[in-house]
């Protein structure tokens, strides 16, 4: 079994600054996929940012330039610095790690 958990959401205003954290534990062999997706009220789950498991990053084209995803293979965390925050970013954000999903970090951006 393997364990997602994320921390860092919370309440900021448009133009601030949060950082996500998590940390997947557990029964883990290898290197995969980790990242994060976000849901907002009504819509469906999306990519916000990903490393693979050779590191290569993807971001969602409305967050690139302002979210920076960033990895410890090692000790399997992922930390997603976001900047410039805006309203619509406001959503659950979600850690994978694989095909394992941590329960969710709210993120609310007022303006």
């Known amino acids: 079994q393997v364990q997602v958990v994320e921390s860092g959401g919370g309440l900021v205003q448009s133009g601030g600054t949060l950082r996500l954290s998590c940390a997947a534990s557990?029964?883990?062999?290898?290197?995969?996929?980790m990242g994060w997706h976000r849901q907002a009220p009504g819509k469906q789950r999306e990519l916000v940012a990903e490393l693979t498991s050779d590191s290569n990053p993807n971001y969602a084209d409305s967050v690139k330039g302002r979210f920076t995803i960033s990895r410890d293979k090692a000790k399997n965390t992922v930390t997603l610095q976001m900047n410039s925050l805006k309203p619509e970013d406001t959503a659950v954000y979600y850690c994978?790690?694989?095909?394992?999903w941590g329960k969710g970090t709210l993120v609310t951006v007022s303006s």
């Open positions: 994978h790690f694989h095909t394992y």
């Open positions: 557990g029964s883990i062999v290898g290197y995969y996929t």
